[in-house]
Protein backbone atom coordinates (compact mmCIF):
# COMPACT_ATOMS: atom_id res chain seq x y z
CA UNK A 1 0.00 0.00 0.00
CA UNK A 2 1.21 3.25 -1.38
CA UNK A 3 1.51 6.46 1.28
CA UNK A 4 -1.40 8.04 0.16
CA UNK A 5 -3.12 5.00 -0.13
CA UNK A 6 -2.46 4.86 3.60
CA UNK A 7 -3.48 7.88 4.07
CA UNK A 8 -7.04 8.43 2.27
CA UNK A 9 -7.34 4.54 4.41
CA UNK A 10 -6.60 6.41 7.57
CA UNK A 11 -8.68 9.21 7.07
CA UNK A 12 -12.00 7.00 5.82
CA UNK A 13 -11.29 5.06 9.10
CA UNK A 14 -11.60 8.27 11.26
CA UNK A 15 -14.69 10.09 9.71
CA UNK A 16 -16.59 6.29 9.76
CA UNK A 17 -15.38 6.23 13.51
CA UNK A 18 -15.85 9.64 14.71
CA UNK A 19 -18.70 9.48 16.71
CA UNK A 20 -19.32 13.28 16.19
CA UNK A 21 -19.86 13.01 12.51
CA UNK A 22 -21.85 9.89 12.84
CA UNK A 23 -24.08 11.87 15.15
CA UNK A 24 -24.92 14.31 12.97
CA UNK A 25 -25.30 12.03 10.15
CA UNK A 26 -28.22 10.99 12.15
CA UNK A 27 -29.85 13.54 13.79
CA UNK A 28 -33.35 14.37 12.41
CA UNK A 29 -34.11 17.92 12.14
CA UNK A 30 -35.48 19.39 15.64
CA UNK A 31 -38.48 20.28 14.28
CA UNK A 32 -39.59 17.01 12.53
CA UNK A 33 -39.37 15.40 16.38
CA UNK A 34 -41.38 18.38 18.05
CA UNK A 35 -43.87 17.35 15.56
CA UNK A 36 -43.96 13.74 16.50
CA UNK A 37 -43.94 14.73 20.30
CA UNK A 38 -46.86 17.34 19.69
CA UNK A 39 -48.66 14.74 18.16
CA UNK A 40 -48.38 12.54 20.61
CA UNK A 41 -50.34 14.16 23.06
CA UNK A 42 -52.43 16.57 21.02
CA UNK A 43 -55.50 13.77 20.26
CA UNK A 44 -55.66 13.06 24.00
CA UNK A 45 -58.31 15.91 24.19
CA UNK A 46 -59.29 17.72 20.50
CA UNK A 47 -62.20 16.08 20.29
CA UNK A 48 -63.40 16.87 23.83
CA UNK A 49 -66.00 19.38 22.46
CA UNK A 50 -67.24 17.01 19.84
CA UNK A 51 -68.35 14.32 22.61
CA UNK A 52 -71.67 15.17 22.53
CA UNK A 53 -72.13 14.74 18.91
CA UNK A 54 -70.44 11.92 18.56
CA UNK A 55 -72.80 10.27 21.20
CA UNK A 56 -75.60 11.61 19.10
CA UNK A 57 -74.42 9.86 15.86
CA UNK A 58 -74.04 6.60 17.45
CA UNK A 59 -77.37 7.07 19.74
CA UNK A 60 -75.02 5.88 22.58
CA UNK A 61 -74.23 7.40 26.42
CA UNK A 62 -72.45 10.00 27.11
CA UNK A 63 -70.65 7.68 29.38
CA UNK A 64 -69.88 5.07 27.00
CA UNK A 65 -68.16 8.35 24.58
CA UNK A 66 -66.52 9.62 27.60
CA UNK A 67 -64.07 6.20 27.65
CA UNK A 68 -62.53 7.71 24.04
CA UNK A 69 -60.96 9.94 26.59
CA UNK A 70 -60.18 8.29 29.86
CA UNK A 71 -59.50 5.03 27.83
CA UNK A 72 -57.03 6.50 25.26
CA UNK A 73 -55.19 8.48 28.53
CA UNK A 74 -55.01 4.51 30.21
CA UNK A 75 -53.90 2.74 26.86
CA UNK A 76 -51.30 5.56 26.06
CA UNK A 77 -49.89 5.21 29.70
CA UNK A 78 -49.46 1.61 29.25
CA UNK A 79 -47.80 1.77 25.82
CA UNK A 80 -45.19 4.23 26.86
CA UNK A 81 -43.60 1.70 29.50
CA UNK A 82 -43.11 -0.83 26.83
CA UNK A 83 -42.39 1.64 23.99
CA UNK A 84 -39.05 2.58 24.92
CA UNK A 85 -37.84 -1.19 25.42
CA UNK A 86 -39.21 -2.05 22.03
CA UNK A 87 -37.65 0.26 20.83
CA UNK A 88 -34.08 -0.53 22.20
CA UNK A 89 -34.95 -3.94 21.15
CA UNK A 90 -35.66 -3.23 17.61
CA UNK A 91 -34.23 0.46 16.53
CA UNK A 92 -36.22 3.41 16.91
CA UNK A 93 -37.54 4.00 13.53
CA UNK A 94 -39.27 0.97 13.05
CA UNK A 95 -41.57 1.75 15.97
CA UNK A 96 -42.23 5.34 15.23
CA UNK A 97 -43.37 4.03 11.65
CA UNK A 98 -44.87 1.50 13.20
CA UNK A 99 -46.81 3.61 15.86
CA UNK A 100 -47.47 6.36 13.22
CA UNK A 101 -48.90 3.81 10.53
CA UNK A 102 -51.41 2.42 13.17
CA UNK A 103 -52.51 6.15 14.31
CA UNK A 104 -53.27 6.94 10.54
CA UNK A 105 -55.20 3.80 9.97
CA UNK A 106 -57.30 4.21 14.09
CA UNK A 107 -58.05 7.99 12.30
CA UNK A 108 -59.62 6.87 9.39
CA UNK A 109 -61.11 4.23 11.31
CA UNK A 110 -62.73 6.69 13.35
CA UNK A 111 -64.29 8.64 10.26
CA UNK A 112 -66.33 5.87 9.37
CA UNK A 113 -66.77 3.82 12.09
CA UNK A 114 -70.34 2.18 11.78
CA UNK A 115 -70.92 1.79 15.41
CA UNK A 116 -69.48 3.24 18.87
CA UNK A 117 -67.81 -0.04 19.54
CA UNK A 118 -66.07 0.04 16.18
CA UNK A 119 -65.33 4.02 17.09
CA UNK A 120 -63.82 3.27 20.49
CA UNK A 121 -61.45 -0.01 19.39
CA UNK A 122 -60.17 2.79 16.76
CA UNK A 123 -59.92 5.35 18.91
CA UNK A 124 -57.92 3.24 21.87
CA UNK A 125 -55.64 2.21 18.30
CA UNK A 126 -54.90 5.74 18.34
CA UNK A 127 -53.35 5.69 21.48
CA UNK A 128 -50.07 4.15 19.46
CA UNK A 129 -49.12 7.13 18.65
CA UNK A 130 -47.94 7.95 22.80
CA UNK A 131 -44.72 6.31 22.73
CA UNK A 132 -43.48 8.65 20.37
CA UNK A 133 -42.68 11.27 22.54
CA UNK A 134 -40.91 9.11 24.32
CA UNK A 135 -38.75 8.01 21.51
CA UNK A 136 -37.89 11.59 20.30
CA UNK A 137 -36.34 11.86 23.22
CA UNK A 138 -34.38 8.88 22.77
CA UNK A 139 -33.20 10.32 19.47
CA UNK A 140 -32.15 13.71 20.77
CA UNK A 141 -30.53 11.42 23.44
CA UNK A 142 -28.57 9.41 21.15
CA UNK A 143 -27.35 12.15 18.73
CA UNK A 144 -26.40 14.78 21.61
CA UNK A 145 -24.45 15.56 24.77
CA UNK A 146 -26.17 15.29 28.13
CA UNK A 147 -26.31 19.01 28.45
CA UNK A 148 -26.79 19.25 24.01
CA UNK A 149 -29.98 17.09 24.99
CA UNK A 150 -31.37 18.69 28.30
CA UNK A 151 -31.67 21.97 26.13
CA UNK A 152 -33.57 20.34 23.02
CA UNK A 153 -35.75 18.23 25.49
CA UNK A 154 -36.91 21.84 26.27
CA UNK A 155 -38.01 23.03 22.77
CA UNK A 156 -39.20 19.70 22.73
CA UNK A 157 -41.55 19.91 26.03
CA UNK A 158 -42.46 23.54 24.65
CA UNK A 159 -44.70 21.62 21.68
CA UNK A 160 -45.73 19.19 24.07
CA UNK A 161 -47.11 21.54 26.51
CA UNK A 162 -48.30 23.50 23.77
CA UNK A 163 -50.31 20.79 21.96
CA UNK A 164 -52.94 20.17 25.04
CA UNK A 165 -53.50 23.35 25.44
CA UNK A 166 -54.71 24.24 21.68
CA UNK A 167 -56.35 20.82 20.78
CA UNK A 168 -59.76 21.21 22.45
CA UNK A 169 -59.79 25.21 20.87
CA UNK A 170 -58.93 23.60 17.45
CA UNK A 171 -61.04 20.76 18.12
CA UNK A 172 -64.10 22.82 19.11
CA UNK A 173 -63.44 25.05 15.95
CA UNK A 174 -63.45 22.10 13.01
CA UNK A 175 -66.72 20.49 15.01
CA UNK A 176 -68.45 23.65 14.65
CA UNK A 177 -67.52 24.50 10.90
CA UNK A 178 -67.16 20.81 9.51
CA UNK A 179 -68.67 18.22 12.21
CA UNK A 180 -66.91 15.98 14.72
CA UNK A 181 -65.48 13.84 11.86
CA UNK A 182 -63.08 16.88 10.84
CA UNK A 183 -60.64 16.19 13.74
CA UNK A 184 -60.05 13.01 12.73
CA UNK A 185 -59.66 14.09 9.35
CA UNK A 186 -56.85 16.80 10.53
CA UNK A 187 -55.23 14.11 13.04
CA UNK A 188 -54.77 11.31 9.47
CA UNK A 189 -53.32 14.16 7.99
CA UNK A 190 -50.90 15.40 10.59
CA UNK A 191 -49.97 11.51 11.15
CA UNK A 192 -49.39 11.45 7.51
CA UNK A 193 -47.39 14.45 7.16
CA UNK A 194 -45.26 13.22 10.35
CA UNK A 195 -44.58 9.52 8.88
CA UNK A 196 -43.34 10.80 5.57
CA UNK A 197 -41.05 13.19 7.59
CA UNK A 198 -39.85 10.30 9.68
CA UNK A 199 -39.15 8.00 6.53
CA UNK A 200 -36.69 10.22 5.57
CA UNK A 201 -34.86 11.73 8.61
CA UNK A 202 -34.54 8.68 10.81
CA UNK A 203 -32.93 6.74 8.84
CA UNK A 204 -30.17 6.46 11.45
CA UNK A 205 -31.68 4.76 13.92
CA UNK A 206 -30.64 1.57 14.78
CA UNK A 207 -30.58 -1.00 17.79
CA UNK A 208 -27.87 -1.22 20.75
CA UNK A 209 -24.88 -2.44 20.33
CA UNK A 210 -25.28 -4.77 23.16
CA UNK A 211 -27.62 -7.49 23.47
CA UNK A 212 -29.59 -6.07 26.47
CA UNK A 213 -32.50 -4.50 24.61
CA UNK A 214 -33.40 -7.78 23.96
CA UNK A 215 -33.59 -8.84 27.69
CA UNK A 216 -36.82 -6.40 29.06
CA UNK A 217 -37.01 -7.86 32.53
CA UNK A 218 -33.43 -7.52 32.58
CA UNK A 219 -33.15 -3.64 31.34
CA UNK A 220 -35.93 -2.85 34.03
CA UNK A 221 -34.17 -4.56 36.60
CA UNK A 222 -31.03 -2.65 36.21
CA UNK A 223 -32.43 0.77 35.78
CA UNK A 224 -34.95 0.18 38.87
CA UNK A 225 -31.42 -1.18 41.06
CA UNK A 226 -29.88 2.40 39.85
CA UNK A 227 -29.99 4.98 42.81
CA UNK A 228 -29.49 7.77 40.17
CA UNK A 229 -32.49 6.58 37.88
CA UNK A 230 -34.22 6.87 40.85
CA UNK A 231 -33.50 10.48 41.92
CA UNK A 232 -33.93 11.34 38.45
CA UNK A 233 -37.17 9.42 38.37
CA UNK A 234 -38.69 10.20 41.75
CA UNK A 235 -38.03 14.24 41.03
CA UNK A 236 -40.54 14.24 38.00
CA UNK A 237 -43.34 12.13 39.95
CA UNK A 238 -42.99 14.64 42.86
CA UNK A 239 -42.91 16.90 40.47
CA UNK A 240 -45.97 16.00 38.87
CA UNK A 241 -47.73 15.57 41.82
CA UNK A 242 -47.27 19.05 42.62
CA UNK A 243 -49.43 19.61 39.15
CA UNK A 244 -51.67 16.87 39.65
CA UNK A 245 -52.29 18.26 43.50
CA UNK A 246 -53.13 21.57 41.80
CA UNK A 247 -55.64 20.69 38.87
CA UNK A 248 -57.45 18.71 41.10
CA UNK A 249 -58.04 21.25 43.99
CA UNK A 250 -58.08 24.14 42.56
CA UNK A 251 -61.53 24.23 41.30
CA UNK A 252 -63.01 22.56 45.00
CA UNK A 253 -61.00 25.53 47.42
CA UNK A 254 -59.78 28.46 44.63
CA UNK A 255 -63.52 28.34 42.73
CA UNK A 256 -65.51 29.63 45.30
CA UNK A 257 -63.35 32.81 45.03
CA UNK A 258 -64.07 33.71 41.16
CA UNK A 259 -68.24 33.83 41.45
CA UNK A 260 -68.25 29.84 40.43
CA UNK A 261 -67.15 31.19 36.95
CA UNK A 262 -65.65 27.66 34.88
CA UNK A 263 -64.56 30.78 32.17
CA UNK A 264 -62.32 32.85 35.05
CA UNK A 265 -61.03 29.27 36.57
CA UNK A 266 -60.05 28.11 33.44
CA UNK A 267 -58.01 31.15 32.69
CA UNK A 268 -56.15 31.33 36.10
CA UNK A 269 -55.77 28.02 35.67
CA UNK A 270 -53.44 28.09 32.33
CA UNK A 271 -51.04 30.65 34.02
CA UNK A 272 -49.42 26.88 35.14
CA UNK A 273 -49.24 25.66 31.88
CA UNK A 274 -48.10 28.44 30.87
CA UNK A 275 -45.15 29.04 33.28
CA UNK A 276 -44.89 25.25 32.23
CA UNK A 277 -44.13 26.93 28.22
CA UNK A 278 -41.79 29.79 29.71
CA UNK A 279 -39.85 27.57 32.38
CA UNK A 280 -39.48 24.65 28.93
CA UNK A 281 -38.12 27.67 26.86
CA UNK A 282 -35.47 28.18 29.36
CA UNK A 283 -34.83 25.32 29.41
CA UNK A 284 -33.82 24.83 26.11
CA UNK A 285 -32.04 28.52 25.77
CA UNK A 286 -30.02 27.88 29.03
CA UNK A 287 -29.46 24.38 29.99
CA UNK A 288 -26.67 23.03 27.37
CA UNK A 289 -24.41 25.30 29.75
CA UNK A 290 -25.56 24.37 32.98
CA UNK A 291 -25.26 20.93 34.84
CA UNK A 292 -28.46 18.79 35.36
CA UNK A 293 -27.89 18.86 38.83
CA UNK A 294 -28.22 22.39 39.30
CA UNK A 295 -30.92 22.87 37.28
CA UNK A 296 -32.90 20.43 39.16
CA UNK A 297 -32.38 21.99 42.32
CA UNK A 298 -33.00 25.36 41.47
CA UNK A 299 -36.43 24.76 39.01
CA UNK A 300 -37.31 23.14 42.58
CA UNK A 301 -36.20 25.65 45.02
CA UNK A 302 -38.57 28.20 42.64
CA UNK A 303 -41.35 25.71 43.14
CA UNK A 304 -41.06 25.88 46.94
CA UNK A 305 -40.34 29.54 47.24
CA UNK A 306 -43.33 30.36 44.94
CA UNK A 307 -45.61 27.77 46.67
CA UNK A 308 -44.32 28.60 50.34
CA UNK A 309 -45.69 32.28 49.56
CA UNK A 310 -49.15 31.74 48.32
CA UNK A 311 -49.42 29.58 51.55
CA UNK A 312 -48.43 32.64 53.58
CA UNK A 313 -50.60 34.54 51.78
CA UNK A 314 -53.41 32.46 52.13
CA UNK A 315 -52.67 32.03 56.07
CA UNK A 316 -52.85 35.73 56.09
CA UNK A 317 -56.37 36.39 54.63
CA UNK A 318 -55.21 37.37 50.86
CA UNK A 319 -58.26 36.66 48.63
CA UNK A 320 -57.31 38.58 45.42
CA UNK A 321 -57.26 36.27 42.79
CA UNK A 322 -53.57 36.91 41.86
CA UNK A 323 -52.05 36.57 45.19
CA UNK A 324 -53.76 32.71 44.94
CA UNK A 325 -53.02 31.61 41.57
CA UNK A 326 -49.88 34.00 41.05
CA UNK A 327 -47.73 31.94 43.11
CA UNK A 328 -49.01 28.97 41.39
CA UNK A 329 -46.82 29.86 37.98
CA UNK A 330 -44.37 29.08 39.70
CA UNK A 331 -45.21 25.05 39.73
CA UNK A 332 -45.28 25.76 35.61
CA UNK A 333 -42.18 27.29 35.73
CA UNK A 334 -40.35 24.91 37.85
CA UNK A 335 -41.63 21.97 35.67
CA UNK A 336 -41.19 23.24 32.81
CA UNK A 337 -37.19 23.12 33.78
CA UNK A 338 -37.46 19.98 35.47
CA UNK A 339 -38.95 17.29 33.16
CA UNK A 340 -35.82 18.04 30.27
CA UNK A 341 -32.95 17.90 33.36
CA UNK A 342 -34.39 15.13 34.81
CA UNK A 343 -35.31 12.79 31.43
CA UNK A 344 -31.57 13.52 30.67
CA UNK A 345 -30.01 12.63 33.66
CA UNK A 346 -32.75 9.70 33.54
CA UNK A 347 -31.69 8.01 30.18
CA UNK A 348 -27.75 8.67 30.63
CA UNK A 349 -28.06 5.66 33.17
CA UNK A 350 -27.72 3.04 30.49
CA UNK A 351 -26.03 3.60 27.01
CA UNK A 352 -27.48 0.44 26.03
CA UNK A 353 -31.58 1.22 27.55
CA UNK A 354 -32.18 4.77 26.91
CA UNK A 355 -35.30 3.95 25.07
CA UNK A 356 -36.70 1.68 28.26
CA UNK A 357 -35.44 4.38 30.53
CA UNK A 358 -37.26 6.74 28.45
CA UNK A 359 -40.98 4.69 28.74
CA UNK A 360 -39.95 3.68 32.11
CA UNK A 361 -39.42 6.89 33.25
CA UNK A 362 -42.74 8.28 31.77
CA UNK A 363 -44.53 5.56 33.40
CA UNK A 364 -43.79 6.36 36.66
CA UNK A 365 -43.76 9.97 36.44
CA UNK A 366 -47.26 9.71 34.94
CA UNK A 367 -48.50 6.70 37.93
CA UNK A 368 -46.10 8.42 41.14
CA UNK A 369 -48.06 12.11 40.10
CA UNK A 370 -51.42 10.47 40.08
CA UNK A 371 -50.82 8.65 43.70
CA UNK A 372 -49.97 12.28 44.92
CA UNK A 373 -52.82 14.35 43.53
CA UNK A 374 -54.98 11.31 45.03
CA UNK A 375 -53.98 10.99 48.61
CA UNK A 376 -54.30 14.53 48.69
CA UNK A 377 -57.50 14.45 46.91
CA UNK A 378 -58.52 12.63 50.27
CA UNK A 379 -57.41 15.29 52.36
CA UNK A 380 -59.21 18.06 50.40
CA UNK A 381 -62.50 16.36 50.95
CA UNK A 382 -62.04 16.57 54.29
CA UNK A 383 -60.87 19.94 54.41
CA UNK A 384 -61.00 22.17 51.29
CA UNK A 385 -59.79 24.98 52.15
CA UNK A 386 -57.26 27.50 50.14
CA UNK A 387 -53.86 26.96 52.49
CA UNK A 388 -54.58 23.25 52.69
CA UNK A 389 -53.96 23.22 49.02
CA UNK A 390 -51.16 25.12 49.02
CA UNK A 391 -49.98 22.55 52.05
CA UNK A 392 -50.38 19.61 50.25
CA UNK A 393 -48.79 21.14 47.09
CA UNK A 394 -45.62 22.44 49.07
CA UNK A 395 -45.10 19.05 50.42
CA UNK A 396 -45.12 17.46 47.09
CA UNK A 397 -42.57 20.19 46.08
CA UNK A 398 -40.27 19.81 48.97
CA UNK A 399 -40.20 16.08 48.04
CA UNK A 400 -39.19 16.99 45.05
CA UNK A 401 -36.17 19.06 46.12
CA UNK A 402 -35.13 16.71 48.22
CA UNK A 403 -35.07 13.87 44.96
CA UNK A 404 -33.31 16.87 42.96
CA UNK A 405 -30.46 17.33 45.81
CA UNK A 406 -29.84 13.71 45.92
CA UNK A 407 -29.72 13.66 42.11
CA UNK A 408 -27.43 16.55 42.37
CA UNK A 409 -25.20 14.66 45.11
CA UNK A 410 -24.84 11.13 42.70
CA UNK A 411 -24.52 13.91 39.00
CA UNK A 412 -21.38 15.23 41.37
CA UNK A 413 -19.82 11.58 42.52
CA UNK A 414 -20.26 10.35 39.70
CA UNK A 415 -18.46 12.99 37.40
Not at 65 to 86: M, P, W
Not at 158 to 186: C, E, H, I, K, N
Request: contains cysteine; charged residues 10%.
Amino acid sequence: MTRTESRIDHSSKQAVDDPTKARAAAQPRLTTLILLSALAVLPVNMILPSLPKISAAFHADFALVNLSVAGFSIVTAFLEAIGGAISDRFGRRPVVLTALSVFIVASIGCILAPSIGIFLLCRMMQACIGPCYSVALVIIKETSSDREAASKFGYLAMGWALAPMVGPLFGGTLDQLFGWQASFVVLAILGIAAFLLSLRELKGSRPPLSGMGSNYLASYGLLLRSARFWAYTLCMACSMGVLYVFLGGAPLTIGDTLDDSSAKLGFYMGLVPAGFILGSYLAGRYAARIRIGMILVTARLLTCIGLATGLALSLSGATHVLALFGPCIFIGIGNGLTMPAANSGAMSVRSDTVGTAAGLAAAMRISGGALIGSIAGLFLERSPMIHTLFALMLISALLALLAAFWAAIIEKRVS
